[in-house]
């Protein structure tokens, strides 16, 4: 399995980024998606996960700004990110949830894989 993010840089408050995850390994459009964020000094902070089928869960502090989105024919997931505000600056990498013993799939972790992730700096 291999996760690999792209997309990151810099961007001013209010401005937008659109990162990338390439998925290999795996049949991907079986499995639900997550994207995770770790800023400096702070725990990794949930941020998205998309369904096989599409449906996408959100955290507040994303909501009506990021949209999550994949295509199952590419094996690409993406995260469009828009008013970009300087608490968004983080690393942030797509990761693949862990099934529980109890079946349920682990949207917010832990997680099975991850990618290394991708920088983002929104900053003026």
């Known amino acids: 399995v291999q996760l690999v993010e792209s997309g990151g840089g810099m961007a001013q408050p209010g401005g937008s980024l659109r990162l990338s995850c390439a998925a290999s390994?795996?049949?991907?459009?079986?499995?639900?998606m997550t994207w995770v964020r770790q800023a400096p000094g702070s725990g990794p902070e949930w941020v998205a996960s998309?369904?096989?089928?599409?449906?996408?869960h959100y955290a507040a502090a994303v909501q009506d700004r990021f949209t999550a989105s994949r295509d199952n024919a590419k094996d690409t997931l993406y995260l469009q990110m828009n008013s970009l505000k300087p608490e968004d600056t983080a690393l942030y990498y797509c990761?693949?949830?862990?099934?529980?013993?109890?079946?349920?799939?682990?949207?917010?972790?832990?997680?099975?894989?991850r990618g290394q992730g991708t920088q983002v700096t929104v900053s003026s």
């Open positions: 990761a693949r949830p862990s099934r529980g013993t109890d079946g349920v799939i682990r949207l917010q972790g832990p997680y099975d894989y």
């Open positions: 390994g795996f049949i991907f459009s079986t499995y639900a």
């Open positions: 998309i369904l096989p089928g599409g449906f996408v």
